[in-house]
């Protein structure tokens, strides 16, 4: 038996632990011993020391013995239950808020003496105790300060304190899995003495202590080190090279109009040699929004094509999927086969190219997720192509990955910057390639705020803007009016705006047919239309070069990194572009800061940056969706440090490839996704 398997087994194992007890813990997600052992005592509870009655203070926690004598239960809401006993013959109640009479039996059994601790209060000439804690059934020994644990439900704080205390008996000595210089900066505490030592009270006491950074960071290398085995294991994979002539781009390129950025040609090379090398690729693309990254992303598409292989580009949405569609089938000529597959083309369509791409007859194939449907079966796919999906986690990338067989490459495209101590965190498992650039001719976005009772303002403001040429969007989170939510709905601010904009209006949302939302784009684009009243279905990547003003409604509802995704749909023609952000009332000191931020940087990874610290990291980015796990202890703003120092870690590990030595029982211990399973 390995050292750490003790670690890794069920509750059962643990003396004392009936299956009522299990079933009480795997309600909150704890299956084995390693998964108590993170939750971590709150504060210390002087029980040892029992008060006189005579000597209780009112507002204190304090322990007392005591005789339940009167239950009290009664059957009206709200009322808590009361337990009327005594102490040296004196009366104090104990009352009991949410509290099940079952469990309120078992602590407080009639006529028998109890040690009970809990803050005392006075009531109507008695004392009295709330929510009381049990300590012991006097059982003769002698009492011990206890632990106060936030999970103890269902379970009276003495058995919890036993049973942890069972655990921590047992823990096993781990062979060290650091390297001697390594623990050295940890001052050598072992993690059995880090674990011991962070359960003997308070653990947010230890915040600057070796033993909670030692654990800090042992969680945050066990993160890293399942996305880079990940990576190392994509890589093991040999492929065949994909061979294509270097110079086919550049007659493509003559149908832009504009030349490439610094950037984008790394990019574009960075791929190119990925496709050339004998290592799958699965390199992600982070540039922010407008940076130009589907030109990169059909250079290596056209170079896949070119070297016999089809091509899938998967995007979050149908607009954008059509929008992708259309403009790839400008910009490549007619001997590259392009079709579009999203929910809504209809079955016969469908067939045909299910059947067209099996046969290889279609070489770039554009959709949503459908395209990962089983019976989508293709010839020869060379290259997945996944745009925008930011908020994917690494168990999917790797789903993904898998499923386009060993030939296929992988490149993700993120329009979401990130703080860099997160970068590992979400895309340890990938290569990234940074266009950090803008396109040369790219004006400064004005952003503004301004209270919804000032709409007419705005609106004069947009009529302006018109009458110079430019276009609007008015994004409102939802599509019809709720009676739970007072906020703007597209579909009433669309009839509203109609006659201040000469019936130039038009609307679209999630919800609507796919033809009318064509039409709708394609008015926009050709401006038959001047406003475009949305809900947020126009965040991701669409690209209207003529739009030069959004007006966002309830501004205060989003969080600043996809705001900032939202104001990266203007400002990408010529015209000085602005931002307006309205607002229902006057902002709090903290909303101001956030907003302040925003107008003051038009830079994606700053924004991020800034509200990261603003806001805590785990609010941030839609990480919820994600997948991506919340770290128990770390903290990427707290800890950086210790973040930088994993990342230095990984990269010696990489170095020396197949070796993961004692690591692999980090792994072991700190996997819950039970990925590794297949990588080692
Ligand atoms: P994103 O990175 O947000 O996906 P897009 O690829 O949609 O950005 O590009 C945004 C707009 O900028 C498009 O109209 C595109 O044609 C244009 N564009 C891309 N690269 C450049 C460049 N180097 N110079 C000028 N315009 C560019
Ligand atoms: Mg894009």
């Known amino acids: ?62 322990s007392i013995k005591l005789f339940p004598i009167k239950y009290n239960f009664p059957r009206i809401r709200n009322l808590p239950n009361r337990i009327n006993c005594l102490s040296s ?36 000439g008695k004392y009295q105790i709330t929510n009381p804690k049990l300590i012991s059934e006097n059982e003769d020994g002698s009492i011990k300060d206890l632990k106060n644990y936030s999970l103890t439900e269902g379970l009276t704080i003495t058995k919890y304190n036993k049973i942890i205390e069972e655990v921590l008996k047992r823990i096993p000595d781990l062979k060290e899995w650091h390297s001697k210089n390594l623990l050295e900066k940890f001052n050598n505490v072992s993690w059995k003495q880090s674990i011991e030592k962070i359960h003997s009270y308070d653990y947010k006491k230890l915040e600057n202590s070796d033993y909670l950074r030692r654990l800090i960071f042992d969680e945050i290398l066990a993160n890293f080190l399942i996305s880079s085995q990940i990576r190392l294991k ?43 090398s004998r290592e799958r690729m699965f390199r992600l ?17 056209l170079n896949t094509i070119k070297s016999g292989y089809q091509v899938a580009l ?42 067209n791409l099996e046969d290889n007859k279609i070489n770039l194939i554009i959709g949503t997720h459908a395209l990962f449907q089983k019976k989508i079966i293709f010839k020869k796919l060379g290259l997945i192509i996944i745009d925008e999906q930011h908020k994917f986690g690494v168990n999917q990338r790797k789903e993904l990955s898998d499923k386009g067989g060993n030939d296929c490459d992988v ?97 679209i949302h999630g919800m609507m047919d796919k033809d009318d939302k064509n039409k709708i784009l394609n008015d926009f684009l050709k401006k038959k239309i001047d406003v475009l009243v949305s809900t947020t279905v126009i965040e991701v990547g669409i690209d209207f070069p003529k739009a030069n003003v959004i007006i966002i409604e309830n501004a205060n509802k989003y969080g600043l990194s996809q705001l900032h995704q939202l104001r990266g749909r203007v400002g990408r023609g010529d ?87 004692d690591y692999y029982k980090l792994l072991k211990l700190y996997d819950r996704a039970s990925i590794i399973n297949d990588i080692i």
């Open 411 to 507: 490149l993700v495209m993120s329009a979401t910057p990130i703080p860099r101590t997160m970068m590992m965190t979400v895309y340890g498992d990938m290569d990234v390639t940074l266009i950090k650039q803008k396109p040369k001719n790219r004006k400064e976005i004005k952003t503004y705020s301004k209270l919804d009772s000032k709409i007419d303002e705005v609106i004069n403001f947009a009529k302006k803007e018109i009458a110079n040429g430019g276009q609007i969007f008015w994004v409102c989170p939802l599509i019809e009016k709720s009676k739970k939510l007072d906020h703007q709905s597209a579909v009433e601010k669309y009839k509203f705006l109609q006659k201040y904009f000469n019936m130039r209006v038009g609307l």
């Open 314 to 355: 998967m995007v979050p949405t149908e607009i954008l999927a059509r929008q992708h569609y259309f403009f790839s089938s400008n910009f490549f000529s007619s001997d590259i086969k392009i079709e579009l597959l999203s929910g809504k083309v209809d079955y016969l369509n469908r067939k045909k190219i299910i059947k």
């Open 89 to 124: 013959n004196e009366k104090i109640d104990c009352i009991f808020f949410n509290s099940y009479e079952g469990y309120i039996k078992k602590i407080l059994p009639i006529n028998k003496e109890v040690i009970v601790y809990g803050k005392i209060g006075f009531y109507k």
């Open 575 to 661: 015209k000085n572009s602005f931002c307006i952000l309205i607002f229902k009332s006057h902002l709090s000191e903290n909303a101001k800061k956030r907003i302040n931020i925003l107008k003051n940087s038009n830079d994606g990874f700053d924004i991020s940056e800034q509200d990261m610290k603003l806001r805590g990291y785990g609010d941030i980015l839609g990480f919820k969706q994600s997948g991506i796990k919340k770290f128990k202890l770390a903290d990427p703003i707290l800890h950086r440090d210790l973040f930088d120092l994993a990342e230095n870690e990984i990269k010696k590990i990489e170095k020396n490839k197949s070796k993961l030595g």
């Open 234 to 276: 994509i890589k093991k994979i040999k492929k065949k090279r994909k061979l294509f002539n270097k110079n086919i781009k550049f007659k493509y390129f003559q149908k832009l109009n504009f030349e490439l950025t610094n950037d984008q040609k790394n990019a574009i090379n960075d791929i190119e040699k990925d496709l050339n």
């Open 1 to 62: 038996m390995q050292d750490y398997e003790y670690l890794l087994s069920s509750l059962n194992e643990v003396k004392g632990i009936g299956n009522k007890t299990i079933q009480l813990f795997l309600k909150k997600k704890i299956k084995t011993i390693f998964d108590l052992l993170w939750h971590l005592p709150i504060s210390k509870l002087e029980t040892s020391k029992t008060t006189d009655i005579k000597n209780l203070q009112i507002g204190k926690e304090q």
């Open 285 to 301: 693309i982070q540039g922010d929004v407008g940076s130009g990254k589907t030109i990169v992303s059909l250079i290596a598409a």
